[in-house]
């Protein structure tokens, strides 16, 4: 399935680091989401993007910056982290808002 | 608020049936979804339910929806290994439409 790509697929950073997540989806949706799984706890909705504006931050903190240059891909960018951000982030993307979402791999996350 | 909630465990023999129950609270949910996610794995969409229909079935899958009882399952016909994955319900409600996610099921399927 190559419907939603995300890249790297596994990152290990420092807290000091900064580095970026990347999201490509080839559906030719126009929503595109991320979303934060950490063990024990249900998915949390982060950013919605539509029609690359950005929609929803849900209470997410500032070391998190998202980035939607097209409606194709969606980055996150991340700087001085915490090490209770480890998790995994999940990138979906869907029609328009409110439609049926596709997931990516996800990138494993982990922050020392 | 929205709420959705399922049982976080389930254990099955290969060759039975296996049924994943889900409930939830949002009223105005439109489409209420499976997922499964295998380990190490994003998430797959099973298959999803219009909150107009009571069942839909899809091959080996068999959803069913109690709108009444704001519940809904998902059947797994003739289970096998490759199967054992956790299974995600979810629900698009509420005027921003995003989606709301149970914990999740861990499904094992025993040889």
């Known amino acids: 399935e190559t419907g939603v790509t995300q890249t790297p697929r596994h990152l290990v950073m420092g807290m000091t680091n900064k580095k970026s997540l990347k999201c490509e989806q080839h559906l030719g949706h126009n929503a595109m989401y991320w979303y934060k799984q950490s063990a024990k706890k249900p998915l949390e909705l982060m950013f919605v993007y539509n029609f690359k504006e950005q929609t929803e931050n849900n209470s997410v903190p500032s070391r998190f910056s998202p980035e939607c240059p097209n409606s194709s891909h969606l980055f996150l960018h991340l700087h001085t982290l915490q090490p209770e951000d480890s998790a995994l982030y999940l990138c979906?993307?869907?029609?328009?808002?409110?439609?049926?979402?596709?997931f990516g791999p996800g990138t494993r996350l982990l922050v020392l | 608020g929205e709420d959705v909630e399922q049982s976080l465990f389930l254990s099955v023999r290969e060759g039975d049936s296996s049924v994943i129950n889900c409930t939830y609270t949002d009223s105005s949910s439109t489409y209420l979804y499976w997922y499964k996610q295998e380990p190490g794995a994003g998430l797959q969409l099973l298959t999803y339910?219009?909150?107009?229909?009571d069942m839909k079935q899809d091959q080996r899958l068999t959803v069913l929806l109690n709108k009444k009882d704001k519940h809904l399952s998902l059947r797994i016909a003739d289970t096998q290994t490759g199967d054992s994955a956790i299974y995600f319900c979810?629900?698009?409600?509420?005027?921003?439409?995003?989606?709301?996610f149970g914990s999740g099921t861990q499904l094992t399927v025993l040889p």
């Open positions: 979906a993307s869907s029609q328009v808002i409110g439609e049926t979402q596709y």
């Open positions: 979810a629900e698009t409600a509420g005027s921003a439409r995003q989606l709301t």
């Open positions: 339910i219009f909150s107009n229909m």
